[in-house]
């Protein structure tokens, strides 16, 4: 498979702006290497609905300008829908443990959540933010709509928000415990 068409399955499954160095260096290849397949893989996507934005130091994945209006039907037809039980879940995930990278949302849903993210973005229940300790990568975070909408003025303000915290640090705690035992290398 050619560096392109391996760029192109990182860009789309990111979903968000990624460093040209850092992919650089996942796929062991020189900067000036990286942009080069990043112009080639723009130039082959500029027919196409898809389009590769490239700044000078990070590139992503966007849609094409001619199906602006399109993409606009189909986000205000989406915003008159329920959320749903995923938006639900990763909303729940976002407002307790927050701001939390979207690997870390995949990781605790099992799946993952790059457009359940988007969709809760895009409604303004979450926002983007660069990460704390991680300028190469974002976390999400809820927004002062959302607070607004559940009618408190801080998330500690959610029923029960202390047990559940509290539950939670439990529960993470005996799940790193238990994966710990069960990758242990020396004999129980």
Known sequence: MNLETQIEAVLFYKAEPVKIHSLAEFFSVPFDDMVNALNTLATSLENRGIRIVLTDTYAQMVTAPEVSELIEAMRKSELKNDIGKAGAETLAIILY?????????????????????????????????????????????????????????????????????????????NVGEEGSEIFSTTPQ
């Open 97 to 173: 443990r927050g701001p939390l990278s979207r690997v870390e949302v995949d990781r605790i849903r099992g799946v993952n959540s790059a457009f359940i993210i988007r969709n809760l973005l895009i409604r303004g229940l979450v926002e983007r933010k660069t990460h704390p300790t991680d300028t190469r990568s974002f976390v999400y975070a809820i927004t002062p709509a959302l607070l607004n909408h559940l009618g408190i003025s801080k998330r500690e303000e959610l029923p029960d928000f202390a047990k559940i915290m509290d539950e939670l640090d439990i529960f993470e705690k």
